[in-house]
């Protein structure tokens, strides 16, 4: 079992790698362990056991992820050229950016809840590892786009190749992520 207070072991304690103290399943993992601790945290005991907590933080989730997903299909589809002619690229960003990073905040936060509910559920499920991994690389090209948008109001117009392979990654990953989240009930 995970102690009371993980920062009472020492940092080199906190690895994947480091061998089971006394008493401990030895074919356990770090994230394990650390799944069993949270899951009995209070805060957690809290959210699984008052009924209504999962379904409204989930439904919150879900919100997000349609506000999310449609402000990143209508810039992804103009950086591909398929819609928004009418309005640059920079103009799009300016529009639609803004909601995603708030948006993502409530994610996190949404997330965090969803996490600390049912940590083994979500931190130990490959469709979830699969998520954050495509959440970070799409994150990073969002923070790209808007950056040369901001530096260069023309940048993406004058780049059409490189923008329609923005684009497409970037609505490929979304909807990986999308897929990935559905499938976390699943596995």
């Known amino acids: ?47 699984q056991t008052v009924l209504w907590i999962i379904p409204a933080v989930q439904t919150v989730h879900i919100l997000c992820v349609a506000v999310v997903m449609s402000s990143m299909a209508m810039l992804d589809l103009r950086l591909m050229g398929l819609v928004g002619r009418r309005r640059t690229i920079s103009e799009m960003v300016g529009r639609f950016v803004p909601w995603v990073w708030r948006t993502l905040v409530v994610l996190a936060t949404s997330g965090a809840i969803l996490i600390i509910g049912e940590p083994s559920r979500e931190l130990l499920n490959p469709y979830f590892q699969a998520k954050m991994v495509m959440l970070a690389a799409v994150t990073l090209i969002t923070f790209v786009v808007q950056r040369q948008s901001k530096r260069n109001t023309t940048y993406w117009e004058t780049r059409k190749a490189a923008a329609i392979v923005t684009g497409l990654a970037s609505l490929l990953l979304w909807v990986g992520i999308i897929t990935a989240g559905r499938w976390i009930a699943y596995f």
Do not use: K, Q, V, Y
Request: aromatic fraction near 12%; charge should be negative.
């Open 1 to 47: 079992m995970f102690p009371s207070n993980p920062f009472d072991r020492c940092a080199s304690d906190i690895l994947l790698f480091r061998a089971p103290l006394p008493g401990e399943d030895e074919h356990r993992t770090m994230i394990e362990r650390f799944c069993d601790w949270l899951s009995n945290t209070p805060f957690s005991m809290t959210i």
